[in-house]
């Protein structure tokens, strides 16, 4: 039996790299003992409700078919839609710690990510939201309501605020074991040297 090993991700759903890091996890989880705590953060901190325009270098950058991004998305067999409009993340954000005390954190994440840089959906709207919480096998009425309640929303600036003062200034970044960081969507291959540095041996294929 090997050792359960935590990786802890700081990811914003306005990520792409975040989208692309997803991929690896789920990964990992296939050839190791491993759960996996996702973490909030701001990467626009300063987005309003109605959202921001994408930046026009962004945007240019984007047109590029070899972009490094556009590469790797369609390496792990995403597809990736153009976005215009960059959406605030925090009501996002606050439904995700609401999935978490449900036990459903990691498939509402995984639903966020695919219905935004996927399908184009609207991160900030509670249609997109609900869906999401609907498919991770939540009950989006008592989702909407807790939400909406504020109940969240302080635990998000603290967990946002405790990854700054652990000087995380960019995501995605993943924590394996407490003591390794990497930064940024890495190949699988870092994931796995990180893993044999740990000691943790791939799970032992089951008898066919």
Same mark, same amino acid.
């Given at each position: 039996?090997?050792?359960?090993?935590?990786?802890?991700?700081?990811?914003?759903?306005?990520?792409?790299?975040?989208?692309?890091?997803?991929?690896?996890?789920?990964?990992?989880?296939?050839?190791?003992?491993?759960?996996?705590?996702? @973490?909030?953060?701001?990467?626009?901190?300063?987005?309003?409700?109605?959202?921001?325009?994408?930046?026009?270098?962004?945007?240019?950058?984007?047109?590029?078919?070899?972009?490094?991004?556009?590469?790797?998305?369609?390496?792990?067999?995403?597809?990736?839609?153009?976005?215009?409009?960059?959406?605030?993340?925090?009501?996002?954000?606050?439904?995700?710690?609401?999935?978490?005390?449900?036990?459903?954190?990691?498939?509402?994440?995984?639903?966020?990510?695919?219905?935004?840089?996927?399908?184009?959906?609207?991160?900030?709207?509670?249609?997109?939201?609900?869906?999401?919480?609907?498919?991770?096998?939540?009950?989006?009425?008592?989702?909407?309501?807790?939400?909406?309640?504020?109940?969240?929303?302080?635990?998000?600036?603290?967990?946002?605020?405790?990854?700054?003062?652990?000087?995380?200034?960019?995501?995605?970044?993943?924590?394996?074991?407490?003591?390794?960081?990497?930064?940024?969507?890495?190949?699988?291959?870092?994931?796995?040297?990180?893993?044999?540095?740990?000691?943790?041996?791939? @799970?032992?294929?089951?008898?066919?």
């Amino acid at each position: 039996m090997s050792e359960l090993v935590t990786i802890r991700v700081w990811s914003d759903f306005v990520c792409p790299w975040c989208y692309v890091g997803l991929v690896e996890v789920e990964k990992l989880k296939k050839e190791y003992d491993v759960q996996v705590d996702w @973490r909030p953060f701001f990467l626009r901190p300063e987005t309003p409700p109605e959202g921001l325009p994408l930046p026009a270098y962004v945007r240019e950058r984007m047109k590029d078919p070899n972009n490094p991004l556009k590469r790797r998305a369609a390496e792990a067999g995403l597809k990736m839609v153009d976005r215009d409009i960059i959406p605030s993340t925090r009501r996002a954000h606050q439904v995700a710690e609401f999935a978490r005390e449900q036990g459903k954190l990691e498939p509402f994440h995984a639903a966020v990510l695919r219905r935004y840089w996927s399908e184009g959906q609207d991160l900030w709207q509670w249609d997109t939201l609900r869906g999401a919480a609907q498919e991770a096998g939540l009950d989006p009425d008592v989702m909407q309501r807790a939400v909406e309640e504020g109940r969240y929303q302080q635990v998000v600036e603290d967990a946002v605020r405790e990854a700054q003062e652990m000087g995380i200034q960019a995501v995605p970044t993943f924590v394996l074991g407490d003591r390794f960081a990497l930064q940024g969507a890495q190949e699988y291959g870092v994931f796995q040297q990180a893993m044999q540095r740990l000691g943790v041996k791939p @799970r032992a294929p089951r008898p066919g």
